[in-house]
Nanobody, 118 residues
Framework: QVQLVESGGALVQAGGSLKLSCLAS????????RRWYRQAPGKERELVAD???????NYADSVKGRFTISRDNAKNTIYLQMNSLKPENMAVYYC????????????WGQGTQVTVSS
């Protein structure tokens, strides 16, 4: 059983930055992939970035070079640093902890709202 809580969402102007956090609690010993997703109004939920237990990161093409995923094991927390935000980045951002790259067992946070004004 894993519980995830996202925080850090806010209203920002285009070109600004935000840093999201996802705090995990519970039995996470089997977790080896940690992911950030987002869902914009009227759009499907999409994978934004992930990081493996080995520290390997992957990003959606649309955010590569602007977003950075990181992990703090001591705090049981992952982060998503978002720079040069665009209006199209406005969405609810969710973290997801997975066992295996296919996420055969996973846990979701409740989401945090990111709003970008032009």
């Amino acid at each position: 059983q894993v519980q995830l809580v996202e925080s850090g969402g806010a209203l920002v102007q285009a070109g600004g930055s935000l840093k999201l956090s996802c705090l995990a609690s519970g039995s996470i010993f089997s977790i080896n992939v940690r992911r950030w997703y987002r869902q914009a109004p009227g759009k499907e939920r999409e994978l934004v970035a992930d990081i493996t237990s080995a520290g390997i990161t992957n990003y959606a093409d649309s955010v590569k070079g602007r977003f950075t995923i990181s992990r703090d094991n001591a705090k049981n927390t992952i982060y998503l640093q978002m720079n040069s935000l665009k209006p199209e980045n406005m969405a609810v951002y969710y973290c997801r902890y997975c066992s295996g790259v296919a996420c055969y067992e996973s846990y979701w946070g409740q989401g945090t709202q990111v709003t970008v004004s032009s």
